[in-house]
């Protein structure tokens, strides 16, 4: 189960914002998975961080102070999504979607780009990951974008049960 971490000090300028950045950015090069939740009105881990405030949504603070909805401040239009991990001198991609009306547009290329730009950071040979057998749309996408089925991992998925294709493709 994981930990939570709370950096709170009734006190500003004590540097909370500086030290909870700084340990999810040193747990995360760990290969750990982080979430910072930034409760401040001012909002300064997320554009420490590197998120961009919009005026258009609320903050967590106007959500928890009753000023707007949840799904107000923390949902919006996401069009696709990549998670991925260094995995000694590989790229492990371990979940990827892009939502179905925003196919075929380029983001799933822009993003498998961005992380394959990443991989070079840490000289990876290569990138792997598991894809559905049932997938064909995306074992299309990964094959137009030079990836090859290795191995099959049986009953890897679960509902459905289904076999999980193993797939690489060759960085160096």
Request: charged content about 20%.
């Amino acid at each position: 189960m994981g930990k939570i971490l709370a950096i709170t000090n009734q006190k500003g300028g004590v540097g909370k914002t500086t030290t909870a950045i700084n340990v999810a950015a040193a747990l995360a090069a760990s290969d750990l998975r982080v979430l910072v939740i930034d409760s401040d009105p001012q909002g300064n881990a997320t554009t420490g961080m590197g998120a961009t405030k919009s005026p258009e949504r609320p903050s967590l603070y106007q959500v928890l102070l009753g000023g707007a909805e949840i799904a107000d401040g923390i949902a919006g239009e996401v069009a696709g999504f990549l998670v991925a991990r260094r995995l000694s001198s590989e790229l492990e991609i371990l979940n990827f979607a892009v939502e179905s009306e925003w196919r075929c547009c380029g983001i799933g290329a822009k993003l498998l780009g961005a992380a394959l730009q990443w991989a070079q950071t840490f000289l990876a040979t290569q990138a792997i990951l598991e894809v559905r057998a049932s997938n064909l749309s995306a074992l299309r996408f990964y094959a137009n974008h030079k990836f090859e089925v290795v191995g099959r991992r049986p009953r890897y998925y679960t509902a459905p049960v289904e076999d999980a294709l193993l797939l690489t493709a060759p960085l160096a």
